[in-house]
């Protein structure tokens, strides 16, 4: 509740798990929000908060222990992103249908067949598992917004993004490529602003959250990503 609003926003929550969500006027209701896995969270103000859990960062931590050049600090996971921005698009992305990968005895192995089972040859690097990762879970982004898009019956035209992943500049790059939006990642620790912001409202401090986002705006960094030639 507490990250500021452009337009009409999705919001993601990135970190071991994406929550992808939107503030919408009616419920994400009906057999494909079902199927979807929609929950239906009520905003506070009349309206509602759909929302949905993907996969996250969760499959890259799952895979660092392979590799003996896993990062350690904020320069090499920026060095690490940076050689991942260089790797070739890859051909063929993660199934995230598969349900193998929620909790397998090995990362690795079990992207390896993923993708192999499409046909495709796994990365060899961890650049290319990084880059792999983050297209794939741009695809996932785009795919529960078009869903969203459908149920709600609302048009969203920028999504805002929290959380570590937030931080990962190669994630925040291809989801607004593959969705065609404009993502503005935030250093923003929603949960714990987003409490203060209703404890205001409900002291009667504010009148409601659009003022508050609207203070908060004033005081936090942002990053813009555009689409790729947009």
Request: glycine share 10%; with cysteine; aromatic share 8%.
């Amino acid at each position: 509740e507490a990250i500021p609003k452009t337009g009409n926003d999705i919001f993601i929550s990135a970190g071991t798990w994406l929550l992808v969500g939107g503030l919408t006027a009616r419920p994400a209701a009906g057999e494909e929000a079902y199927e979807l896995g929609v929950n239906n969270e009520r905003d506070g103000q009349g309206g509602y908060r759909p929302n949905k859990i993907i996969f996250g960062m969760w499959l890259l931590e799952q895979l660092l222990p392979h590799f003996s050049t896993r990062p350690s600090s904020d320069a090499e996971w920026s060095a690490l992103i940076e050689q991942a921005e260089e790797q070739d698009a890859p051909d063929i992305l993660i199934d995230r249908n598969d349900k193998t990968l929620f909790s397998p005895a090995d990362m690795k192995e079990a992207i390896d067949a993923n993708i192999r089972t499409q046909g495709g040859t796994p990365p060899t690097t961890l650049p290319g598992y990084m880059r792999l990762i983050c297209d794939s879970l741009a695809s996932f982004v785009d795919n529960t917004l078009d869903s969203f898009s459908r149920i709600t019956q609302e048009s969203f035209d920028n999504i805002a993004i929290v959380g570590g992943g937030s931080k990962n500049r190669l994630l925040c790059q291809r989801i607004a490529d593959t969705t065609g939006l404009p993502v503005t990642s935030y250093a923003l620790e929603g949960t714990a602003v987003g409490n203060i912001g209703y404890q205001l409202l409900a002291m009667g401090a504010i009148d409601n959250l659009d003022v508050f986002r609207a203070k908060i705006a004033e005081g936090i960094s942002k990053q813009v990503y555009r689409p790729s030639g947009a």
